[in-house]
């Protein structure tokens, strides 16, 4: 995809990043358009994190340039900032600062009036639930009250681009439910979301497009929808019994078309190319050990398997994908 | 011009920037106890420790006890925060906001200069006013309290770049460093009665010539000229901040 240059929110041109012999970052090409949540995933280790440090300014690149809006992001490094928030993947707020003069902070460093910090400083305080704590020192907040200040003090100079690494990691239900809608309606207000994750099922709510990361190279870019038709190989039957059939994974994987067989709770998940063959051997199989058939489902291929196809990673090392 | 690195709306914008970093160091670490204790607590002991018992007016020992108070303050913001910094990872909040590092490295410096100057004002205001020190020149005792604060806190910011999260590790650097520097400096023993290699090595150390502007300003013996006191901590400043300048940037082009 060939975004104009006035349409890029993020433009990536060789961008490499080598420690001595590792590369951890090798040659990535990519753009972002204004105004997409575009979402960036990789199994530990890939690179995510070393490229966004590279587009954010905190670690330079070896080789290749990236910019943001135009801007360089190492000549003009000062223009770009500007106009990005950043939610690291640690809650990096001060703990000796109470939550209002973490935000008065940030907005300082901002060159954000004095007044309209203040102002923005009760509205994103009131719309975390943080108010009423809010001459309270950090370092008495929970992990989760502080992932929110956080997120909120990425939001107090109203970026053009917001990078957000894990923004719901160790959040409740509910708070993460409120932080993805947070997502889409600042997106829907045009701002671009840069957003690194490794739930599986966030990235496929939220976003326009998503990018995946391995070994330092990219090694797909496209909507999740567009990822998930050319895996269409990775189909799969979910069966669950009315009671357990002795030794079911062994009796489940002698099925000819079956590649793989998952339990997950008190379902199995058998990976086919052929799901039709697998349900009507499932079904002989339930006639011949006198089982009953409680739940049956053929759904397509999710970004999860996707993921995994594209990495090559095993179920077992799966990075938390569905969480 | 206008977005460039000098353009003077730029510089203005991260000086004031530098600043708010200064000012939110000082709220955060002059209070944290290592600051405490090597910033205030320990030269006021260790000046205790040199005059009580001795003979002579207290204020022949005040400029040494202002130089000593400046020396350990102002050098102990920046290593003490910087490590805090690493290891809550708080010093990625610079690296990402629209500041330049030596902009950061500037306001870190700011931070001990202030810190420094404020508590060398305490034990002047004490001599000057409890004990009757007399100042023969305010100009000289302003610049050298100013100066010696702010070479002091450059001396901070250059053992700051000392790359751990740990600030005990940088503590016992800089005291290694500083405990030496501060005996051979004239602060207790009179420059004058020291030995040929004894005055040789106080002339390497910074502290000895705020303490002879200080004992200049205050209407006491002098070893060296005002203008070369003054001229040698200005060089000890540039180099300290030039050489803390320096391996910051080396540190980031590594990150």
């Given at each position: 995809?060939?975004?104009?240059?006035?349409?890029?929110?993020?433009a990536?041109?060789?961008?490499?990043?080598?420690?001595?012999?590792?590369?951890?970052?090798?040659?990535?090409?990519?753009?972002?358009?204004?105004?997409?949540?575009?979402?960036?995933?990789?199994?530990n280790?890939?690179?995510?994190?070393?490229?966004?440090?590279?587009?954010?300014?905190?670690?330079?690149?070896?080789?290749?340039?990236?910019?943001?809006?135009?801007?360089?992001?190492?000549?003009?490094?000062?223009?770009?900032?500007?106009?990005?928030?950043?939610?690291?993947?640690?809650?990096?707020a001060?703990?000796?600062?109470?939550?209002?003069?973490?935000?008065?902070?940030?907005?300082?460093?901002?060159?954000?009036?004095?007044?309209?910090?203040?102002?923005?400083?009760?509205?994103?305080?009131?719309?975390?639930?943080?108010?009423?704590?809010?001459?309270?020192?950090?370092?008495t907040?929970s992990?989760?009250?502080?992932?929110?200040?956080?997120?909120?003090?990425?939001l107090?100079?109203?970026?053009?681009?917001?990078?957000?690494?894990?923004?719901?990691?160790?959040?409740?239900?509910?708070?993460?439910?409120?932080?993805?809608?947070?997502?889409?309606?600042?997106?829907?207000?045009?701002?671009?979301?840069?957003?690194t994750?490794?739930?599986?099922?966030?990235?496929?709510?939220?976003?326009?497009?998503?990018?995946?990361?391995?070994?330092?190279?990219?090694?797909?870019?496209?909507?999740?929808?567009?990822?998930?038709?050319?895996?269409?190989?990775?189909?799969?039957?979910?069966?669950?019994?009315?009671?357990?059939?002795?030794?079911?994974?062994?009796?489940?994987?002698?099925?000819?078309?079956?590649?793989?067989?998952?339990?997950?709770?008190?379902?199995?998940?058998?990976?086919?190319?052929?799901?039709?063959?697998?349900?009507?051997?499932?079904?002989?199989?339930?006639?011949?050990?006198?089982?009953?058939?409680?739940?049956?489902?053929?759904?397509g291929?999710?970004?999860?398997?996707?993921?995994?196809?594209?990495?090559?990673?095993?179920?077992?090392?799966?990075?938390?994908?569905?969480? | 011009?206008?977005g460039?690195?000098l353009?003077?709306?730029?510089?203005?914008?991260?000086?004031?920037?530098?600043?708010?970093?200064?000012?939110?160091?000082?709220?955060?670490?002059?209070?944290?106890?290592?600051?405490?204790?090597?910033?205030?607590?320990?030269?006021?002991?260790?000046?205790?420790?040199?005059?009580?018992?001795?003979?002579?007016?207290?204020?022949?020992?005040?400029?040494?006890?202002?130089?000593?108070?400046?020396?350990?303050?102002?050098?102990?913001?920046?290593?003490?925060?910087?490590?805090?910094?690493?290891?809550?990872?708080?010093?990625?909040?610079?690296?990402?906001?629209?500041?330049?590092?030596?902009?950061?490295?500037?306001?870190?410096?700011?931070?001990?200069?202030?810190?420094?100057?404020?508590?060398?004002?305490?034990?002047?205001?004490?001599?000057?006013?409890w004990?009757?020190?007399?100042?023969?020149?305010?100009?000289?005792?302003?610049?050298?309290?100013?100066?010696?604060?702010?070479c002091?806190?450059?001396?901070?910011?250059?053992?700051?770049?000392?790359?751990?999260?740990?600030?005990?590790?940088?503590?016992?650097?800089?005291?290694?460093?500083?405990?030496?520097?501060?005996?051979?400096?004239?602060?207790?023993?009179?420059?004058?009665?020291?030995?040929?290699?004894?005055?040789?090595?106080?002339?390497?150390?910074?502290?000895?010539?705020?303490?002879?502007?200080?004992?200049?300003?205050?209407?006491l013996?002098?070893?060296?000229?005002?203008?070369?006191?003054?001229?040698?901590?200005?060089?000890?400043?540039?180099?300290?901040?030039?050489?803390?300048?320096?391996?910051?940037?080396?540190?980031?082009?590594?990150?």
């Open positions: 995809m060939t975004v104009a240059t006035e349409a890029r929110a993020i990536v041109e060789g961008l490499t990043k080598r420690y001595g012999q590792l590369t951890a970052v090798d040659d990535i090409y990519f753009e972002v358009p204004k105004g997409e949540i575009f979402g960036f995933l990789g199994p280790g890939a690179g995510k994190t070393t490229t966004v440090k590279m587009l954010t300014g905190v670690s330079a690149p070896t080789a290749g340039k990236a910019s943001v809006f135009g801007h360089d992001v190492v000549k003009d490094s000062f223009g770009a900032k500007e106009l990005m928030g950043i939610v690291p993947d640690v809650s990096n001060y703990v000796e600062y109470t939550a209002w003069s973490n935000l008065k902070f940030t907005g300082a460093m901002y060159g954000i009036p004095r007044k309209l910090t203040t102002a923005r400083t009760v509205e994103l305080l009131k719309r975390f639930d943080l108010y009423e704590k809010r001459k309270v020192k950090v370092k907040y992990m989760g009250m502080r992932r929110k200040l956080v997120i909120a003090m990425a107090i100079n109203q970026a053009k681009i917001l990078f957000m690494d894990e923004p719901t990691t160790g959040l409740d239900v509910q708070t993460v439910l409120d932080i993805r809608e947070l997502i889409r309606e600042l997106n829907r207000g045009g701002t671009t979301v840069f957003l994750t490794h739930n599986l099922t966030e990235a496929n709510a939220l976003c326009d497009r998503v990018a995946i990361i391995n070994h330092g190279k990219l090694i797909a870019v496209d909507t999740p929808e567009n990822l998930k038709r050319a895996a269409e190989n990775v189909q799969s039957v979910e069966v669950a019994f009315d009671r357990q059939p002795p030794e079911p994974v062994e009796r489940l994987r002698s099925i000819s078309a079956v590649a793989e067989v998952q339990k997950s709770g008190d379902k199995f998940r058998l990976l086919t190319g052929k799901p039709d063959t697998v349900v009507k051997a499932v079904a002989r199989m339930a006639e011949e050990e006198g089982l009953n058939i409680s739940f049956i489902d053929t759904p291929p999710s970004l999860e398997d996707v993921f995994v196809q594209l990495t090559g990673i095993s179920d077992a090392t799966r990075t938390g994908g569905g969480q | 011009m206008k460039s690195a353009s003077p709306r730029r510089a203005w914008k991260e000086f004031r920037r530098a600043l708010v970093i200064a000012v939110k160091d000082i709220r955060i670490y002059c209070l944290k106890p290592p600051v405490l204790l090597m910033g205030i607590i320990f030269p006021f002991f260790l000046f205790l420790a040199f005059y009580v018992g001795k003979k002579g007016p207290i204020t022949e020992g005040i400029p040494g006890l202002v130089a000593i108070a400046t020396f350990f303050a102002a050098s102990n913001i920046a290593p003490v925060g910087m490590p805090f910094e690493r290891l809550a990872r708080t010093f990625e909040r610079y690296l990402t906001a629209p500041i330049t590092i030596s902009w950061v490295v500037f306001g870190k410096t700011v931070a001990g200069f202030l810190f420094g100057t404020v508590i060398s004002v305490i034990p002047l205001l004490v001599g000057i006013i004990y009757g020190s007399a100042v023969s020149s305010l100009l000289v005792l302003i610049v050298a309290t100013l100066l010696g604060a702010l002091f806190s450059c001396m901070g910011t250059l053992f700051a770049t000392i790359p751990t999260d740990a600030p005990g590790n940088v503590m016992t650097v800089l005291n290694f460093i500083r405990l030496p520097v501060l005996f051979m400096s004239g602060v207790f023993v009179p420059l004058a009665t020291m030995p040929g290699w004894a005055r040789g090595l106080a002339s390497v150390s910074p502290l000895t010539y705020m303490n002879d502007l200080l004992r200049s300003s205050l209407g013996s002098r070893h060296y000229a005002v203008w070369l006191s003054l001229l040698i901590l200005c060089l000890f400043t540039i180099a300290f901040y030039g050489v803390a300048l320096w391996l910051f940037m080396i540190s980031r082009k590594r990150m």
